[in-house]
């Protein structure tokens, strides 16, 4: 009786063993499972791509004084970017969009130099914005728009090297770029998913910091005595879009 006890007791704790750790087998296996599934949800949430838009910027002068008139005309012009987003469970999503885009404006009529140039000004940007979606197809964005400006190009005018120092403070359209490569901007807008992969959007975006000031002065007067105030300038555009997502994996 003794050596079939010890023999059950044996057998009872092999099957005991081999249950725990199939068990733990089990155990891991669904915690796998778990955490790949996750990671797949996760995954379906993210999307990149690539944008490219049509931009209509004119450049916003603040008039804070009197005698400030209608400086900037619109300006074709474009943009390219990549981006990347996120959307989380519910109605918010969020995106960072780094690339290129030219801004600037046309300067025409009442200028100091009396003629017709366009002022292009090459940005590389970042618009880190916030998505709201009110259906899986339609949603609003808005949010900061970072920008580094890597050169200028257009006619601009050049003073002659004639002038005195004072004379081409007087007529100076602009000041120097360089104290002001850095901008940051405001934007809202709306997108719709047309298809799966494209979306297209309308947006406008206006600086909250200036890219340059401009002077006013009265030609009536002698050279570099009818300065009458200087005034902000601020890019501004409106722009249209168009997203292609790639789909990860």
């Known amino acids: 009786m003794i050596g079939v006890f010890k023999c059950l007791s044996a057998c ?20 796998t499972a778990l955490l790949f599934h996750l990671g797949l949800i996760q995954a379906q949430n993210f999307n990149y791509g690539l944008l490219a838009g049509y931009v209509c910027a004119n450049a ?29 469970p519910g109605a918010w999503g969020i995106a960072a969009e780094p690339g290129f885009i030219r801004k600037g404006g046309i300067v025409d009529g009442d200028n100091h130099f009396l003629g017709r140039f366009d002022l292009q000004l090459n ?24 920008a580094y400006l890597i050169n200028k190009g257009g006619n601009l005018p050049v003073l002659p090297e004639t002038y005195t120092p004072f004379e ?69 555009y409106l722009q249209f879009i168009v997203r292609y997502k790639i789909k990860p994996g």
Do not use: C
Not at 14 to 31: C, E, F, H, P, R
Not at 128 to 139: K, S
Not at 190 to 200: A, P
């Open 12 to 31: 009872s704790l092999g099957v005991g063993t081999n249950l725990s750790i199939k068990m733990k087998k089990l155990k891991i296996l669904i915690t």
């Open 123 to 146: 940005y590389l940007q970042l618009p880190i914005i916030a998505n709201l979606y009110f259906t899986d197809r339609f949603y609003i964005i808005f949010g900061p728009e970072f």
């Open 168 to 236: 081409k403070e007087a007529y100076k359209m602009f000041t120097p770029f360089e104290d002001d490569t850095f901008e940051i901007s405001g934007m809202i807008g709306v997108n719709y998913n047309i298809i799966s992969k494209i979306d297209i959007g309308l947006r406008y975006s206006h600086g909250l910091t200036k890219f340059s000031v401009t002077s006013w002065i009265n030609h009536r007067y002698p050279v570099g005595h009818g300065t009458m105030g200087y005034s902000n300038v601020y890019n501004q």
């Open 60 to 88: 916003h002068v603040i008039k804070n004084n009197e005698y400030a008139t209608r400086l900037f005309y619109p300006m074709h012009s474009f943009n390219v970017n990549g981006f990347i987003e996120y959307r989380f």
